[in-house]
């Protein structure tokens, strides 16, 4: 503790009974639950209440790495982070853009721009996501009639080939808003003398952004991407809702936990619901997601040393 | 300005296709929903002609949203109060440093991104506790801390209002409610109406939890009847349009607010 | 200040919202709450007291009418006894069902297919299918010893609904779904018959093509009508055997990529060929309406869509056929499965009208209207359904037997390539997969399949 313990105005009694509900609501619904994660990836429990249940040891990790086709794991996989690296690193070039765009005194309705695209995340994803469906529907859809005047045509959602792409677009499209809005704080926080003062120097615009702006901005940009790791990581939702739980094309580790889980989407077939596998996938993505957030790090503090 | 003649027909392009990306969607939705199923049947693309909201009052009554729109706005407000307050109650004292274990329940709360995620254990939990289908159950572990924006914003509030609140016998909780809330007005609308989003717009959970139809959010709805009509995108897109609208409306007046709340958030932290 | 009282302002009218959609619905919440003892008497007559019987399926036209009828004529016997029943689409059945019975939210329940994909003799490693699950939670109420059951079809009592001895379920009915419907009046103008053989549908498709009409339409979007029914279709016509087939893949001595599993690929490169461009776009919902357009001559489909192509265009003329094999007459017969079955939650507190609406189904005089409007194949002696298609199918259905899908079960954990029926066509580079042809798709099968059978124990 860096600092010493102020002297409360109020009885502390008090302020531990306001601190109580919220502690309590974290301990049991969100550590114990997550702890609890690891335990149940030794069980085959079901999901169903009722069924009888029992440890199994490491079967599902067997299960996982050995009884199942490696070639769809390492799908999965690749899935994973093709979306991962897709999405966050197409929404934050693009985020950026638009935050300069929609930051400079130039551009008149700016205030209208930010709140177009900042409406799907109001939105949400089930509206995204049908939205979408709609308007990449490979029969004579608008998309579909506009590629057409080129020659081309795509299955879109529907193709091996093109359903992943389509998945990171509508994704991308959705949280697009979130890093504009986090970005244009960073550059509000950025002191209009400098700017003024480099005006006088005579700096070109590419100038300014090089040695004013994205150094100063970059704390900014980092934790967008740090954000946009994470939560493309543990997102599922658009693939759910697009592409389904039956094809493997679009699966990726977050989908898999749901699927094996809860079975949400997963076809006609009814499948048993196997939560002590989906809490093995569930692990897997945790160290997933840690490993990835560790080789970020790496890196930017590499190039921070570098430079 | 003027020497950037160039740059600014860029920027107006960029933001031309963006506004085209972002806004033909929803239009195309719009213009699905207003056609007749035969209409659209025979050219998808085409711009409706008149309109026909008799699939707008088709797909209310099969869709059953009148039902389903209640539920939603009671989850929103619930949620959206409780955990506002909860995460005010919990800021205060750990933003000024009065309580030993402060630093420790700091640490519980950031922790919990680096844990493993915890729906599956969540789950059994609430289905042993027999909460697996209830109201309770479905609100109960969905709506997050905003701890952070709250416990950097409490640390711009001069300390001296604590004592001089105390000082004239004001308690405790009359204490935030009547002074410190008012003071965080920003913060907290701001916080609100980004956690309220998040529930409303919840679905996971509620296809999870729920099974009673009398339970469902307007999204649980509104995923059932796609399902459910999948043949006809007249009436689907009809769905969706009166499931977005209130809060694409309640979006247009609080906009600002939304935007420059969160800036204004993520500013300060 | 202002921005602030307007949320005020809209934060009070959504209170005051909640509290008017909150309230109605607290007691809506009481049909899931235990029952008055009184209401479930453990011995003799249920008394006459209201009753609501839960009852959950899934979409499709025809059943949800047949349902509805069946439910209208037990009120009008049983007056005090109301049904609530909900319907989602079949993709979202899985999670209701699911999801009802971890609630307790059920009285009846569906089931869209027999007991069926149980491990064989020969097979190891596989999964536990959902209703074991259910019936190992006790979820399903066994019924083997109501005196109904002798109504039944021992056949579908003991191969349908029978788990270890014991009965859990009653099966509604037979379909097939080893063919395709074909617009009647499209064929005559084309002096076109119902093939015997596969030459016979082979010239029939081509000429089709030829003349720009394009041969068979299929909801491929959700995939099933396609890897389920197409292949069980095609499947059907080359194997005599399915059992021996599914026993030679788990012993090795039959092969995805053989030359008698290639002859079935090339069949489905020819099939694919005929399809629809885009097939993989139109939703199982679609595809009648297609059929009936005269956008193709044929459908892929079970017998059970009847309905859905009558209620499109009552006078359209249309016949079903089973994919032809290389003979006349081997085997130009139906294969299928017993669709949908009925179940009681066994912890409802209305287990004594449950079994009481069992005993009613269980008479020939409601069952054969209800199978009837169904369109299966009645599963029940002695009772003769009056749909006219099914009639129709009288010369197909005389060595009814169940199809490729029915007989095999795949190694838990096996690749993508190998699940379902084996033959996973949607992978096909055609239908919007990522596999060159047939032969490619064939090696790929067999690989996953060995990695599969490898790592079973």
Redesign the interface.
Known sequence: ?Q?Q??K?????W???L??L???F????????????????SFTD?S?V?GVPWKFIGLDNYKEFFFQQSSRDLITVLKNTVIFCVGVTVIQNVIAL??SL??N????KGR?F???????????????TS???L??L?P????VA?FIALFGLSSGFFTSTNSALACVIFTQV?MAMGYSM??N???L??ISNDLYEAAEIDGTT?YQKFKYITLPLLWP?INVNIMLAI?GSL?SF?VI??TTGGRNIATQTL?AR??YY??N?NAGSGIAAMR?GY??TW??V??VFI?IATLIYQRAVKRRDELT | ?KK?IP??II??V??AI??V??????F??FN?SIRTKLEY?S???AIAKSFHWENYVQAFKKANLSAY???S??Y???CTTTSIL??I??A???S?????FG?V?LG??M???????????????L?KLGL??TRLGYM??GGG?P?LMFYVYIKGIP?EF??A??LDGC???R??FKILIPLM?PAV?SM??VTA?SV??D??RA??Y??????YPI?RG???F???Y??D?TQ??AA?IM??SP??I??????????DG??????KS | MK??L??LT??AL??G??A???AP?EN??SP?APQDPSQNPSSGEPTAEPVTLRMITW?QESNEQAIANLNAAFTAKYPNVTFVV???????YP??LN??I??G?VDILTYISAFDTYPQDFTRGVDKPAWETFILGGSYLDITDQPFIANWDPGMINNAVSYKGRVYGLDMGAVGYNGVFYNKTMFEEHGFEEPGTWAEFETICNTLKAKGITPITVGGKDQWPLTSVGVSGIVGACEKDFTAFAKGLWEGTRKLNDEQSMKIWNRFEQLVGWLEPNAMAI????AP?RLVAGKAAMMIDGTWNSSAIEALDPNFKYGYFPFPGDVDGNPNQLQGKYDMQFNIYAKSPNVEWALKYFEFLSQKENYGPFVSALGFFPTMPGVESTNAFVNSLADKNVAFMPSWEKNIVFPKGVGQYATGQLFNINHLKALGGSVENVKALADLAQQDWDAGLAAAK
């Not at chain 2, 969160?262 to 500013?267: D, L, Q, W």
């Not at chain 3, 909900?86 to 979202?92: E, F």
């Open positions: 503790m600092q313990l102020a409360s105005a109020f009885p502390k008090a302020l531990v306001g601190v509900p919220a502690v609501l974290q301990v049991t619904m969100g550590l114990i639950p997550s702890i609890t994660t690891f335990i149940l429990i999901g209440a853009f638009i765009a929609l400079s005194k130039m551009v205030g721009f930010r709140a177009v695209i900042f409406l799907p995340v109001v939105l949400g994803v089930l509206v049908l939205v979408w709609n308007t529907n029969l004579e859809g608008p009639k499209w809005v986090i244009l704080a960073g509000q926080s615009v900014t994470i543990q939702q759910l809702f977050s936990v749901v889980a809860f949400i939560q989906g809490a569930a692990m993505l945790f840690f | 300005m950037n740059l600014k920027i107006y960029f933001i963006l506004m990306i972002y806004l033909f969607p929803l195309y939705a699905t049947m050219n998808p693309t729109i209640g539920n706005v009671f929103t407000v619930v909860m995460a109650f919990l205060f004292p750990i000024r440093n009065y309580l030993k630093p329940l519980l709360f922790i919990g991104m680096f844990l493993p995620d915890g729906t599956i254990p969540q789950f059994q939990i289905l697996y289908n109960i572990g801390t701890l300390k604590d004592e609140a105390s308690g405790y909780f204490y935030i007005k609308a609100a109406i989003i409303w717009n679905i996971i296809i999870i729920l099974s009673n139809k009398e339970l999204t509104l995923y059932v796609q399902g459910q999948q043949v995108m689907q897109m969706l499931v977005a809060i694409i309640l979006y247009i007046f609080l906009q600002r607010y939304i935007v969160i800036v204004a958030g993520a500013v | 921005k602030f307007a949320i809209i934060l959504m209170l919202m909640a008017c959609g909150a619905a809506s919440a899931s979409v909900d319907t989602v689409g079949a993709n979202d999670t209701l999801s009802r971890t609630a939210d939703s199982y919902g679609d309406g």
